[in-house]
């Protein structure tokens, strides 16, 4: 199958850090992607990995993944109301010319 | 740098009406794609070109034509619009399809239709 999930919502409080989850069910993904779209905004791409790492840091993102449990995440430190946004996770595989999505995880920060 | 950039940004039709959404790229990138939004659904593939002169159905293509005018230009069109059709549709393109596999799509802002 093509499923890329998410949950839908996650609520943090500023400053502590924000983990958000994504798991995927083809084995032969290449690359994984986490997008970030703002209100009123197309996608823009935030950082990926492939699929032979297990971790990418950069900056205050954290991205972990586990291609035994097919499990992917964004962790964000320190979060900031500027993160306030829909978050994507994706996947391309290298027999295919398109990419899939997550319905999206919408990331809230209260004070 | 422009970009992806789609036209128009706001349309509201009326069923059984028609029309097209401009979608442009100046990154020379060989593949483009639309993609429709919808709350819960995350988004969605309609069509995608992986290269000048080629285009593929996605997920959701019923209701939906597409030209890939040359490399920058990929338009959709709506023949006969749809309540169920209201969403909103954003363009995007890559280098997938060409020597890399490490290749991210670029968005445009999306167009926002409402079809009554």
């Known amino acids: 199958g093509e499923d890329v999930e998410q949950s839908l919502f996650l609520s943090v409080r500023e400053g502590d850090s924000s983990v958000i989850n994504c798991t995927y069910t083809?084995?032969?993904?290449?690359?994984l992607y986490w997008y970030k779209q703002e209100p009123g905004a197309g996608l823009q791409l935030l950082t990926y990995i492939f699929s032979n790492m297990d971790m990418k840091q950069d900056q205050r993102l954290t991205v972990l993944l586990n291609k035994k449990d097919k499990h992917l995440s964004l962790r964000i430190a320190d979060t900031q109301t500027g993160d306030s946004a829909i978050y994507f996770c994706?996947?391309?595989?290298?027999?295919?010319?398109?990419?899939?999505f997550g319905s999206g995880t919408r990331l809230s920060i209260r004070p | 740098n422009a970009g992806v950039t789609q036209t128009p940004k706001f349309q509201v039709l009326k069923t059984g009406q028609s029309m097209t959404l401009q979608c442009a790229q100046d990154m020379n990138h060989n593949s483009m794609y639309w993609y429709r939004q919808d709350p819960g659904m995350g988004l969605r593939l309609i069509y995608y070109?992986?290269?000048?002169?080629?285009?593929d159905k996605g997920e959701v293509p019923n209701g939906y034509n597409v030209s890939r005018l040359n490399k920058r230009e990929f338009s959709l069109r709506l023949e006969s619009a749809a309540p169920s059709q209201t969403s909103v549709y954003f363009c995007a393109s890559s280098e997938l399809g060409g020597s890399s596999y490490n290749s991210p799509l670029h968005f445009g802002n999306g167009t926002r239709l409402t079809v009554t």
């Open positions: 070109s992986a290269s000048e002169g080629t285009t």
């Open positions: 083809d084995s032969s993904s290449t690359y």
């Open positions: 994706a996947e391309t595989r290298s027999s295919a010319s398109k990419i899939i």
